[in-house]
């Protein structure tokens, strides 16, 4: 991987890590995606629009059929992981989802895109399936067995954490195709994707318009953080995307692992901070040997 796509990787890492801490700080659902996505459509409107005004005429079935798979499975990876935000920790959601996604979207990669994957890669495998263990909460898992509250709480995270990464695999593949084989610009992979993300959450809202509105008056402000946070990191993972092979970018996205252990554990005050960063450890180290090999 070049140092220009490793930069770009890192950047996007920090970003997704805040916002994944604010989006579990507000407890949102559905409503909550579609306010970041309205806000979204408007904020980025101006970059949209420049990136699309001579490429969108030029579009088949193709492009709007992959655009459209892509916003059907963000919508679904969205409500999936607030769900998970809901019913557990963010150390446990969090990890699992960004640790499980990378390596199903590696193996799609070499599956679907012809990419390949050297022994010290495979290494790295190991390391990020060790680390999610540890972040999951390691040894202390096998004794919070014995107390219902927390095992419940656990398997939730790991049943949430790990549909989440199947999800975060399925988009990743998908927009890598955009980007690499149909060479769409990562700025109308996003803007567009998030345009046609839209008309599937508003039927959320449209059931209960007054409670939407309460929400939008208490929940605007982190809506707008991740509308401006999320859709930024992403663009820079689809330009490292167009640098380096999807099977190792993804990996080596897991680096916000580290950042959302460490934040998660201060600012939300959850448990076992000490063994999930080691976890977090574990995974980087797992995906340095990805990025490398």
Known sequence: MSLAALALVL?????????????????????FALMAALLHVVIWAPLGVWAGWDALPRWGRVEWAVLLASAVVHVVYFTTLLRGYRLADLTVVYPVARGTGPLLASLGAIVWLGERMSVVAAAGVGGVAVGVFFIAGGPALWAKAHDPLQRRRVRAGLLWGGLTGALIAGYTLIDGYAVKVLLISPILVDYVGNLLRVPFLLPAALRDRGGFAELWRAQWRSALVVAVLGPLGYVLVLYAVQLAPISHVAPAREVSMLFAALIGGRLLGEADRATRLVGAACIAGGVAALALG
């Open 11 to 31: 950047a996007a890492a920090l970003l997704h890590a805040l916002w994944n801490v604010v989006a579990k700080k507000t407890g949102g659902d559905a409503r």
